[in-house]
């Protein structure tokens, strides 16, 4: 289910089910809502089409869908202009009308496509792999269309990702729901491209009805746990960071008690809870956290991990609250200095870590400088 909000007082309905229509399914909080609605909220006139269309969560899609459609279209209006599309060789879709988009790596006159277009192809590929049952790796591959460009092979961004979500979702909302499904990565096409357009509240409604679905349907911890993880993310994103943490802290516990396979995985909630905690300013005990972790991580992921090479980061940043003493800036310094060095070696000098990295040597050395003088 991704209708989140109740369809005629728009109250979220979270886990519970609330009322559904006989014939449609539209969702609401209870009885009077849908009554209401009916009466007076027009019901009774979208009611027959909302069915046709295959009831009111592919009806929701669909619209959804058109919506995003057109914002992409609009937003690579300059880009397209006097330009066809590559599959169907129109500059308007015969059927639709849809201008075309274009947000990917390709240059000159190359890699203009309608989203219903690109979305034909992703589900043609996706449907032979599943009727052949080809290798998972095959799989994987087409999948990939769902969110890459097949010229050039990078990933879409911003409007464009988030109307090839929907026509994902769109695609696949009416499969089972049971677990691991292609409609779970429906959902996770569309949470990836909504966050790539920027709109996390929607996302993380999503997300947060992904998980009352999954608890419904009495998924595992551990599959429980990557939807969590991404509620996380979207709480981030939206500045909630105390809610953020309390749910890492959450992660990060069930991560350890589940034991995973992969030490990998217990690392990555490692992180994100020692990020978490320095956004909320918990500087001391990020650091005792990391310390305890440190040598631990070292031993399950190797010198070379990169997932060891930010737990250092942020432990030396742990070391660089307000109130650290002159020793802790000190070590600060000397590891940021080594994994700078590191960090420009492995990533070159132009890399997002590396710069990052760079400028928190500046910050900790000025620190160091400060303290000196006083
Ligand atoms: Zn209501
Ligand atoms: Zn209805
Ligand atoms: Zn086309
Ligand atoms: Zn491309």
Known sequence: M????????????????????????????????????????GHDQLCKLIKKAGGAEQYNANTKYTEAVSVAAEACAEDTKGQTCYICTQALHWKTKEGLVRMCACRGTAGFAHVSCLAEQAKILVDDAEERNLDYEIRDSRWARWTACGLCEQEYHGVVLCALGW????????????????????????????????????????????????????????????????????????????????????????????????????????????????????HTEARSFLREQLPKARRALGPADDTLFKLRWNYALSLCDTGA???????????????????????????????????DLAHARRKLASSTDS
């Not at 979270?14 to 009322?19: P, Q, Y």
């Open 2 to 41: 991704i209708l989140t909000h109740c369809a005629a007082c728009a109250a979220p309905l979270g886990l519970a089910l609330g009322k559904k229509c006989g014939r449609c399914s539209t969702r609401y909080c209870g009885p009077a809502c849908q009554e209401q609605h009916w009466k007076e909220g």
């Open 325 to 359: 003493s002159r020793e802790d800036v000190l070590e600060a310094t000397t590891l940021l200095e080594e994994l700078s060095s590191t960090a420009q070696r492995v990533y070159g000098p132009s890399n997002p870590v590396a710069a990052g990295v760079k400028r």
């Open 167 to 282: 026509a994902c979702w769109k695609t696949y909302v009416s499969r089972p729901e049971d677990s691991n499904t292609i409609r779970t990565c429906a959902i996770g096409v569309l949470a990836h491209g909504l966050g790539d357009a920027g709109r996390h509240e929607e996302r993380l409604q999503i997300q947060q009805t992904q998980f009352s679905t999954q608890m419904r349907l009495g998924l595992s911890e551990q599959e429980l746990l990557a939807t969590r993880c991404n509620i996380a993310v979207c709480l981030e994103e939206l500045g909630r960071d105390e809610e953020a943490l309390a749910l890492r802290r959450e992660c990060y516990a069930t991560s350890k008690r589940l034991n995973v396979a992969n030490p990998g995985d217990l690392y990555i909630d490692v992180l994100n809870l020692s990020k978490s905690l320095l956004d909320t300013h918990r």
